[in-house]
């Protein structure tokens, strides 16, 4: 079936650190992807996609590229903030159904 | 203006209990859900309609009942809570149902204690 999983966290780094977050998924056909971002105490808010093979998405300094080769959405950061502590998700959906299917959440905590 | 919004945003009730979450969105979409945060931060969809019409229903317990009066409103009720139900539920709405390219809204979350 198709699923998605996400490194273990949680994640501690020090303030302007390099953050990798790996993301690889299982799927038939070609889903878009995804990665959300729950800050504490709100709901899950879209932080970047791609819907094809080699395309990036990026916001607020974050990427991430749809690699189909290795089934893979890593997120990066060049510089994190402390304002970037929280809980990231990554995702896929398809076409033919509105569902998400969400991995299993990323813990990211930045230190002052 | 807040784009989706669920009441009560906390719930403790006793087991047994029957309650229900609200949920509206003022986004004009045409797609609702809902999902169930448990406490190792997992989530899953529950439900999803649209335009007041079921889509998914992920093998929800039947003491689960979602109503749509209108395709801003979705709520949840659910019967004979259990400890089990203890979680953060979340409503979303999304433009349509093309899953890969819309995105999915989502509202505060509720979170519901159950004793």
């Known amino acids: 079936g198709n699923s998605v999983t996400q490194m273990e966290g949680p994640v501690t780094l020090s303030e302007e650190a390099f953050l990798t977050i790996n993301c690889t998924y299982t799927a038939t056909g070609y889903p878009s992807l995804f990665w959300y971002v729950q800050y504490p105490g709100e709901g899950l808010q879209l932080l970047l996609k791609a819907t094809k093979a080699d395309d990036k998405g990026s916001n607020k300094g974050f990427e991430a590229t749809y690699r189909k080769e290795t089934t893979s959405f890593h997120l990066e950061k060049g510089s994190v903030q402390v304002s970037d502590s929280a809980v990231y998700f990554c995702a896929l959906a398809y076409s033919s159904a509105s569902k998400i299917i969400f991995g299993s959440g990323t813990r990211l905590s930045i230190r002052p | ?115």
């Open chain 2, 1 to 115: 203006d807040t784009a989706v919004s669920q009441t009560p945003k906390y719930l403790v009730t006793q087991m047994g209990n029957d309650k229900s979450i609200k949920c509206e969105q003022n986004l004009g979409h045409d797609t609702m859900y809902w999902y169930k945060q448990d406490s190792k931060k997992f989530l899953k969809i529950m439900f999803s309609y649209n335009n007041k019409e079921l889509i998914i229903n992920e093998t929800v317990p039947n003491r689960f009942s979602p109503k749509s009066p209108d395709k801003a409103h979705l709520n949840l009720h659910i019967n004979s809570l259990e400890l089990g139900d203890s979680a953060v539920y979340f409503c979303a709405s999304s433009q349509s149902l093309a899953g890969r390219t819309d995105t999915q809204y989502f509202g505060p979350g509720t979170r519901l204690t159950v004793l």
